[in-house]
């Protein structure tokens, strides 16, 4: 069975989750932190989707092995998808999660409608291209303020209405049952046999054939 996975991050809390969820299979889980300098990936991407596979291909091939990656962010109805892709980005580059909830707050200044959803997907590349893809959401509101002091992000805006609070009012492990984040990695953990089997197959098919040598058996290479 296939035993090593690269996850492409160097956040290592999302690496010790990720192992924590697939810690009862045989396989090595490394992030890019375990490599000398890599290549960066631009994230340019107009989907999620696009953005995961981009960034799992491109480290899959720099380092020749499978990589995983994940692309997530805030969906907002009213703001047409916004800030979408761009969740991290959306006040501009290089700013705090709070400059991003502040230009949230601005843009949802009289909208009535305050649904949103939290999104993410994960996706899996082999270096020749091929990959598998999971996406899940969590769907909760946008509040007109800030509560609560835990999570990161927009967490302190999104209201879930099953537990009544804030993703911020909320402990990471009650956060880690509902979110977009640990639904994926629940189902992903669920069939994560198959995708060993899978990565392995695709594997065995990229390896290149073994030389014929059998011309030269007979040679004798004392002379």
Not at 101 to 128: D, H, W, Y
Request: proline fraction near 5%; include cysteine.
């Amino acid at each position: 069975m296939f035993k090593l996975l690269v996850l492409a991050t160097t956040n290592q809390n999302k690496v010790r989750e990720f192992r924590q969820f697939v810690s009862e299979f045989p396989v090595t889980v490394k992030s890019l932190s375990d490599f000398g300098p890599l290549p960066g990936v631009i994230e340019d991407g107009s989907t999620f989707d696009a953005n995961a596979y981009k960034k799992a291909h491109h480290y899959a091939k720099v380092l020749g092995i499978p990589a995983l990656a994940d692309d997530s962010g805030l969906v907002v109805e009213a703001l047409s998808g916004a800030p979408g892709v761009r969740s991290a980005r959306y006040a501009g580059d290089n700013v705090s999660d709070q400059d991003n909830c502040r230009k949230l707050l601005t843009e949802m200044e009289g909208q009535s409608n305050r649904k949103a959803s939290f999104v993410c997907v994960l996706s899996i590349a082999v270096p020749s291209g091929p990959a598998l893809t999971y996406e899940a959401s969590c769907e909760g509101t946008i509040l007109d303020a800030p509560r609560g002091s835990n999570g990161f992000g927009y967490d302190p805006l999104f209201y879930y209405e099953p537990y009544g609070k804030t993703f911020a009012e909320i402990s990471m492990d009650e956060k880690n049952k509902v979110s977009h984040r640990g639904k994926v990695l629940s189902e992903l953990s669920g069939e994560f046999d198959k995708v060993l089997k899978w990565l392995e197959q695709r594997t065995l098919e990229e390896m290149p054939e073994q030389p014929d040598h059998s011309e030269f058996e007979n040679n004798d290479w004392s002379r």
